[in-house]
């Protein structure tokens, strides 16, 4: 039976308890950087679009479900499940996690156990030993356990650090998830836009081969000289260049729509569809709400402060560490008697060790931590200056667009007018062939044109929705609230 001194064994856990009980922290106390957030957005004046608060209390879905699409929402729902840049986010945000786990061990104790056996002989030539020239086995098993309790803080500075790199990943993989959604997204609805001028062309090449024939048959009536028909064969040449082309578009945004979908594109397709998409009404909320509503600004913030709980590291390292240590085992010459008591060995004891001289190296390990501080926080103030940008941007360029828009469709209903009366003069004669071919590259030019302003206006619904976080919220951080 093992037999160790009761009174030993009191006075060290005595002082371990001691020490871990009276431990304190290095780390400094932390705050959120200080920013400069303004009252209100410049862009909000924008025709449908209103700070509206009480439009936060709504349930937060996912933020493209807004446009009403149900094959948006497919491949939305596919971006999580294969996309590779999404999986190596979850990756990296599952490697964060295990080092805060690791981190954590070091609370707890280190135990170890093991058995040995080994012969060894003494040199005949020692002299005055009793083992000369003999050989000697040994056989043993034992086990030994050792812990250091967090005295400074050590282990605690190390675990926030650990747990704010896993939140900041954790934001991370929501700024991927936005960003990615947001691509295909944009693809998307740029796809649909193609498709709806692919319509308006193939309308236009049919009805200009329509319009050649007829020139065709008044030269063989004698009634037109060549140019009318060279004209109109001209025009339907052009349109059926514009056309091909945007089937060229068309293919390169779908294989991308593909890649971000995680599928190869050769085995992807998506059918031709016209439809009108409306704009959806987005509340652009508060500034300030901006700081809670972004992944990346949420990212930046947790990097500042793991940088603070590095600080914390680097003061740690000035003080002393307490190292509580136990061994017992079995130890015999003879496998005989191994399991006997008198083959009983053990030890108990603590250590109390620090580091006196090391040339200035915590020294400048603690300049660099406040450094990486310092670094941290201007990436977060630049961060939110960026979103703030973003925000902005894509408020004006809505407001922009509103306009542009209601401009160039009296612009086009002007052209289709204008083809209309022209068409007339030229078959009362009046006109040559030459000043329809005109009346309709125009009315053309401002159809597309039309179009890809209302294109413009969907994609910027797309960027200020992204810019606006999603819908994401930053209490969905894991343990955002607690403290170690």
């Known amino acids: ?228 028909v060279a004209q109109a064969q001209t025009q339907l040449e052009s349109t059926r260049t514009m056309d091909s082309d945007i089937d060229v578009q068309r293919a390169q945004l779908q294989h991308a729509i593909a890649t971000l979908i995680g599928v190869p594109a050769s085995s992807f397709a998506l059918p031709q569809q016209v439809r009108d998409i409306a704009l959806p009404q987005i509340p652009a909320g508060l500034p300030s709400q901006l700081l809670e509503r972004r992944p990346d600004i949420a990212a930046a913030e947790r990097r500042v402060a793991a940088a603070n709980a590095q600080i914390g590291e680097a003061h740690a390292a000035f003080y002393p560490d307490l190292t509580l240590s136990a061994t017992a085992g079995l130890e015999s010459t003879f496998f005989a008697p191994w399991l006997t008591a008198p083959s009983l060995f053990w030890s108990i004891g603590s250590q109390l060790a620090g580091t006196l001289f090391d040339g200035g190296r915590r020294d400048a390990a603690l300049k660099g931590a406040n450094a990486q501080y310092d670094g941290a926080v201007a990436d977060y103030r630049q961060t939110v200056l960026v979103a703030f940008q973003q925000v902005e941007d894509n408020l004006s360029a809505l407001t922009t667009l509103a306009s542009e828009a209601d401009s160039e469709q009296r612009a086009t209903s002007a052209a289709e007018l204008a083809l209309k009366l022209t068409t007339n003069r030229y078959q009362a004669g009046a006109v040559s062939y030459l000043d329809v071919v005109t009346a309709q590259t125009i009315a053309l030019t401002n159809e597309r044109t039309a179009e890809q302003i209302d294109a413009r206006r969907i994609d910027a619904s797309v960027q200020l929705l992204k810019a606006l976080g999603g819908g994401w919220d930053r209490a969905t951080l894991t343990d955002a609230q607690r403290s170690e």
């Open 1 to 228: 039976m093992l037999n160790v001194p009761v009174a030993s064994i009191r006075r060290n856990l005595a002082i371990g308890v001691a020490c871990a009980l009276t431990a304190c922290s290095t780390l400094p106390r932390y705050t959120n950087p200080s920013v400069d957030v303004p009252d209100h957005y410049a862009g909000t004046a924008a025709p449908g679009w209103a700070v509206a608060a009480p439009a936060d209390a709504q349930p937060r879905g996912p933020w493209w479900t807004l446009f009403n699409d149900d094959e948006l929402n497919r491949l939305e729902a596919r971006v999580d499940v294969s996309n590779q840049t999404v999986a190596k986010a979850v990756a990296q945000l599952q490697a964060a996690r295990a080092m805060v786990d690791y981190q954590r061990a070091g609370y707890a104790p280190t135990i170890t156990a093991g058995a040995a056996q080994s012969r060894a002989r003494l040199s005949q030539n020692v002299l005055g030993h009793s083992l000369a020239g003999k050989t000697v086995p040994d056989y043993s098993v034992g086990v030994s356990a050792s812990w250091e309790p967090d005295l400074f803080g050590r282990v605690k500075d190390a675990t926030v650090n650990a747990r704010d790199n896993a939140q900041a990943s954790e934001a991370d993989l929501e700024s991927v998830r936005l960003s990615i959604a947001s691509d295909l997204a944009l693809d998307y609805f740029d796809l649909r836009s193609l498709d709806r001028q692919k319509k308006l062309l193939d309308d236009s090449v049919t009805a200009y081969t329509a319009a050649l024939k007829i020139v065709q048959q008044q030269l063989n009536d004698g009634a037109i000289d060549a140019s009318a």
